[in-house]
C-alpha cells in the first residue's frame, strides 16, 4: 500500500500508538459481547512465488497458488476486482473454496470509484453486486477506495451511492481525503454509514494517522494494516490491535477482517501469523493463518 507509506528508515520518532475509540463508534463499552466473534486475516494477493517453500508447499506450481492460499489463510483482499470484473473467475474462485469456511473481501470497481467517483453508477453498482452474489457463502466483505482527491465537496454523491446498496449490505467505505476527517464532516460522514449499517474502513499507516479513526459505524471491523518491512514497530502496533480487538469482542463486535499490506509482500504472511498467534494466547481465538517461527516478533 503506497498510501500514507514511509520507509523503514524514516520510522524513529513516529507516534504509533492506537488512538482512543471515536465516541461516535458503534461499538460502545454497554454492548455484551457477541457469541460467534469471527476474526479473517490475509494478505492482499496468492501469487507470490517466494512464498512457495516458508508458506507454500514445496514444488507449488503457479496454477496451484490459490488452492495453497485457501489452505494457509482464511480471507483475502481481493484487489484485483478493482481492474477488472470477470464473472468466469468468479466462478471459478468460488469453486476453489468449496468445502472451507474461506471468505473473499472485493475491491469495487475502479469504474465506480474512480473513474465515476460515484456519480450516475446505477448499473455499474448493480453489476458488480450481482457478481459478488456469485460467490455466494464465500463472500465476505466487500470494499470500496475513493481517490485521495475525492473530498466532501461530494458527500451528496456518497448518500446517492449508499441509496443503491441495501442497508447492511457487506460494504466497507474507505475515505483518504483529509476533509473527511475533520470533526463536523465526519460526524455527518459516520451517520450516513450507520443509517445504512455500512463500515468505514479503518486505515493503518505511518504518514496519515487521521484515517486510524477507530470509529465502527457496523458491528464488523475492517483494519487494512501497512507494515515497513518487519520493522519492531510492526510487531508492537499488532500487539496493540490484539488488545483493541479483544475489547471490541467484549462489546459486541460481531467479526473483523485483518489484511496485511508490505511493500515487500514476501513480508506479509509472518505478520499474519504473529496477529494470529497473540489473538490465540491472549483471547483463545482461533485465526485460520500461517504458523510460522518468526510469529514471536
Same mark, same amino acid.
Given at each position: 500500500?503506497?498510501?500514507?507509506?514511509? *520507509?523503514?528508515?524514516?520510522?524513529?520518532?513516529?507516534?504509533?500508538?492506537?488512538?482512543?475509540?471515536?465516541?461516535?463508534?458503534?461499538?460502545?463499552?454497554?454492548?455484551?459481547?457477541?457469541?460467534?466473534?469471527?476474526v479473517y486475516t490475509g494478505c492482499g494477493k496468492w501469487g507470490i512465488k517466494e512464498w512457495i517453500g516458508p508458506i507454500y508447499?514445496?514444488?507449488?506450481?503457479?496454477?496451484?497458488?490459490?488452492?495453497?492460499?485457501? @489452505?494457509?489463510?482464511?480471507?483475502?483482499?481481493?484487489?484485483?476486482?478493482?481492474?477488472? $470484473?470477470?464473472?468466469?473467475?468468479?466462478?471459478?474462485?468460488?469453486?476453489?473454496? *468449496?468445502?472451507?469456511?474461506?471468505?473473499?473481501?472485493?475491491?469495487?470497481? @475502479?469504474?465506480?470509484?474512480?473513474?465515476?467517483?460515484?456519480?450516475?453508477?446505477?448499473?455499474? =453498482?448493480?453489476?458488480?453486486?450481482?457478481?459478488? &452474489? $456469485?460467490?455466494?457463502?464465500?463472500?465476505?466483505?466487500?470494499?470500496?477506495?475513493?481517490?485521495?482527491?475525492?473530498?466532501?465537496?461530494?458527500?451528496?454523491?456518497?448518500?446517492?451511492?449508499?441509496? $443503491?446498496?441495501?442497508?447492511?449490505y457487506p460494504l466497507q467505505m474507505e475515505f483518504r481525503h483529509k476533509e473527511w476527517f475533520e470533526e463536523a464532516h465526519f460526524?455527518?460522514?459516520?451517520?450516513?454509514?450507520? &443509517? @445504512?449499517?455500512?463500515?468505514?474502513?479503518?486505515?493503518?499507516?505511518?504518514?496519515?494517522?487521521?484515517?486510524?479513526?477507530?470509529?465502527?459505524?457496523?458491528?464488523?471491523?475492517?483494519?487494512?494494516?501497512?507494515?515497513?518491512? $518487519?520493522?519492531?514497530?510492526?510487531? =508492537?502496533?499488532?500487539?496493540?490491535?490484539?488488545?483493541?480487538?479483544?475489547?471490541?469482542?467484549?462489546?459486541?463486535?460481531?467479526?473483523?477482517?485483518?489484511?496485511?499490506?508490505?511493500?515487500? *509482500?514476501?513480508? =506479509?504472511?509472518?505478520?499474519?501469523?504473529?496477529?494470529?498467534?497473540?489473538?490465540?494466547?491472549?483471547?483463545?481465538i482461533d485465526v485460520h493463518a500461517p504458523k510460522l517461527p518468526q510469529s514471536d516478533g
Open positions: 500500500m503506497k498510501f500514507g507509506h514511509a *520507509e523503514p528508515e524514516h520510522l524513529n520518532g513516529l507516534t504509533f500508538e492506537l488512538p482512543p475509540d471515536h465516541t461516535d463508534s458503534l461499538i460502545q463499552k454497554s454492548q455484551k459481547a457477541h457469541d460467534s466473534f469471527r508447499p514445496k514444488g507449488t506450481k503457479q496454477k496451484n497458488f490459490l488452492s495453497a492460499y485457501l @489452505q494457509t489463510f482464511g480471507s483475502i483482499e481481493l484487489n484485483g476486482t478493482f481492474y477488472r $470484473l470477470s464473472r468466469t473467475s468468479i466462478e471459478n474462485w468460488k469453486a476453489a473454496a *468449496e468445502g472451507t469456511d474461506f471468505l473473499f473481501c472485493p475491491k469495487w470497481s @475502479q469504474r465506480i470509484s474512480h473513474f465515476k467517483r460515484l456519480n450516475e453508477v446505477e448499473e455499474n =453498482t448493480e453489476y458488480f453486486m450481482q457478481s459478488m &452474489a $456469485l460467490l455466494g457463502d464465500h463472500l465476505g466483505q466487500t470494499f470500496l477506495t475513493l481517490p485521495p482527491n475525492f473530498g466532501v465537496k461530494h458527500m451528496q454523491r456518497v448518500k446517492d451511492f449508499l441509496e $443503491l446498496v441495501p442497508p447492511g460526524a455527518e460522514l459516520v451517520g450516513v454509514l450507520k &443509517a @445504512q449499517q455500512i463500515g468505514l474502513v479503518i486505515t493503518d499507516v505511518a504518514l496519515r494517522r487521521d484515517v486510524l479513526h477507530m470509529c465502527l459505524t457496523s458491528p464488523v471491523a475492517f483494519v487494512r494494516f501497512n507494515g515497513y518491512g $518487519l520493522h519492531e514497530t510492526d510487531y =508492537t502496533r499488532l500487539d496493540a490491535w490484539v488488545e483493541r480487538l479483544l475489547e471490541w469482542r467484549q462489546n459486541g463486535l460481531k467479526s473483523v477482517y485483518f489484511f496485511m499490506h508490505q511493500q515487500n *509482500e514476501t513480508h =506479509t504472511p509472518y505478520l499474519a501469523s504473529y496477529l494470529a498467534e497473540r489473538l490465540r494466547k491472549s483471547g483463545g
